[in-house]
Every structure is written in C-alpha cells, then in structure tokens.
C-alpha cells in the first residue's frame, strides 16, 4: 500500500510491480532492502534531467507519509506536534 501511494502520488504506476518481482522469493524484506528499492525505483526518478529535485513530486510524498503517520501525532483534530 505504502509503495503504491508513493508512485501514485509522483505519478509512476509500475513500482509495486516492480517491487513484487524484484522480492518474489523472499518471504520478508528487511527495511534497508526495502529503502534500497524505493531509492532506485522511485525517489532516483525524481530528478530531472539536470539532477535537480521536481520539488512539486515531493509535497506528494510529504502527503503519503503523513497520511500514515498522522494517526500517531494527532488526537482528534488537535496535534500533538509543536
């Protein structure tokens, strides 16, 4: 789920499958294997031509991972965060 909202949100839908082939074998990734992947897979697709990072992408990607670790940080509609 996580991987497939990240490509959703920088517009690339062939990561998870990517990601499925790539760990087909392994019954459990370990996290660095799995950061490893995103890098090359997804993050190294972020840049443009000119190695500079399309900041719009990220916001994207600031979302995702909000959105999953919200629930940590926030009771109801205060945050927790200061």
Same mark, same amino acid.
Request: some cysteine.
């Given at each position: 789920m996580l991987t497939q909202n990240l490509a959703t949100r920088v517009g690339l839908t062939d990561v998870e499958n990517q990601l499925n082939e790539q760990f087909e074998s392994v019954d459990n990734i370990e996290f660095d294997d799995? +950061? %490893? $992947?995103? +890098? %090359? +897979?997804? $993050?190294?697709?972020?840049?443009?031509?000119?190695?500079? @990072?399309? =900041?719009?992408?990220l916001? %994207? @990607?600031?979302? @995702? &991972? =909000? $959105?999953? &670790? +919200?629930?940590?940080? &926030? @009771? %109801?509609?205060?945050r927790l965060l200061k």
């Open positions: 799995y +950061a %490893g $992947f995103l +890098a %090359g +897979a997804l $993050f190294d697709r972020l840049t443009g031509n000119g190695g500079s @990072v399309q =900041w719009d992408t916001d %994207g @990607v600031d979302e @995702v &991972c =909000w $959105f999953i &670790c +919200a629930r940590m940080h &926030c @009771v %109801g509609q205060q």
